[in-house]
């Protein structure tokens, strides 16, 4: 394990492992901090994941991953409010300092 993160009571981890807590997960599994329970998340890194951010309640992955799911990320993916992945920044309109 590389990375936490935490947030309404979901702990999120990234690192280069394949199980978390006996659920299958890609380098990224969500950890209900009452109970311990491990879920894996729908998307899959195809390497190791290094860092993670929740701006604005949204989740920023960066590692050594050139792909999140099926969709290019050159080591930086955004999962925001709407449940899928986009490479980061999510839109040529918005900077990193629309997430900070």
Same mark, same amino acid.
């Given at each position: 394990?590389?990375?936490l993160?935490?947030? !309404?009571?979901t702990v999120i981890a990234?690192?280069a492992?394949?199980?978390?807590?006996?659920a299958?997960c890609?380098?990224?599994a969500? &950890? /209900?901090a009452?109970?311990?329970?491990?879920s894996?998340?729908?998307? !899959?890194s /195809?390497?190791?994941?290094?860092? *993670? &951010? *929740? =701006?604005r309640?949204?989740?920023? &992955?960066?590692?050594?991953? /050139?792909?999140?799911?099926?969709? =290019?990320?050159?080591? &930086?993916?955004?999962f925001g409010e709407? /449940?899928n992945w986009?490479?980061?920044?999510?839109?040529?309109?918005?900077?990193w300092g629309?997430?900070?």
């Open positions: 394990m590389n990375a993160a935490v947030q !309404a009571g990234g690192g492992f394949s199980f978390a807590g006996g299958v890609s380098r990224v969500s &950890i /209900d009452v109970t311990g329970t491990a894996g998340c729908s998307f !899959a /195809d390497n190791v994941v290094r860092c *993670l &951010i *929740l =701006p309640n949204a989740l920023c &992955i960066g590692g050594n991953f /050139d792909f999140m799911g099926s969709i =290019p990320a050159g080591g &930086i993916g955004y709407l /449940d986009s490479p980061y920044p999510p839109t040529a309109a918005m900077g629309s997430f900070r």
